[in-house]
């Protein structure tokens, strides 16, 4: 069973930055197509960022211009910089992996918590 596993989540202050990690052992990472997904509380998980496996790159308008999404293939680890930070950003970020052929395999993380907070 694959298991994608998250890192770098917290609690920042409005206009701060965090970096999250998500690292996919066990998978054929450069050809997966990689994204950043997040859910609020009381609200549908949504699509944050997402880098494809020939690399290109798509955002939600909610986060253009201030975060960026990243991808190691060689580390097998996908990253999302998020500079400033407001509170509505505050939700749990889930990394999501799907083969690029065959979109019925895919995966998810367990989530990391990320609080945008004075």
């Known amino acids: 069973q694959v298991q994608l596993v998250e890192s770098g989540g917290g609690l920042v202050q409005p206009g701060g930055s965090l970096r999250l990690s998500c690292t996919a052992p066990g998978i054929m990472f450069s050809i997966y197509d990689m994204a950043w997904y997040r859910q609020a509380p009381g609200k549908q998980r949504e699509l944050a960022a997402e880098?494809?496996?020939?690399?290109?790159?798509n955002y939600a308008d909610s986060v253009k211009g201030r975060f960026t999404i990243s991808r190691d293939n060689a580390k097998n680890t996908v990253y999302l910089q998020m500079n400033s930070l407001k509170p509505e950003d505050t939700a749990v970020y889930y990394c999501?992996?799907?083969?690029?052929?065959?979109?019925?395999?895919?995966?998810w993380g367990q989530g990391t918590q990320v609080t945008v907070s004075s």
């Open positions: 880098a494809s496996s020939g690399g290109r790159t």
């Open positions: 999501h992996a799907e083969h690029s052929l065959f979109t019925s395999r895919f995966y």
